[in-house]
């Protein structure tokens, strides 16, 4: 499971055998949740409020990239990182 990003101890992640709505992983610690890319909601799991909140806040900034890579994800091709929340 590729790691794309990580800040603030929030790891995003991509899987390459992943199944639609376009998302991605995000952990904390034990916390554990995947988020849609397209609404920015969680899909699956949980996060503490201002974890998902620093996790909204970067996937919004980066919304097209994540897009991206999940286009690349389901052609086969590597992903690429994104920049962390700074």
């Not at 900034?61 to 994540?66: D, R, S, W």
């Amino acid at each position: 499971m590729p790691q794309i990003s990580k800040f603030f101890g929030i790891i995003i992640l991509m899987y390459y055998d992943e199944h639609n709505p376009p998302h991605f992983h995000a952990t904390y610690g034990d916390y554990k949740a995947e988020i849609g890319i397209k609404e920015l909601n969680i899909l699956i799991g949980k996060l503490p409020s201002r974890v998902l909140g620093l996790v909204i806040e970067w996937a919004s900034m980066h919304q097209a990239e994540l897009l991206a890579n999940w286009s690349h994800i389901e052609k086969g091709e590597p992903i690429e990182k994104i920049a962390p929340l700074v």
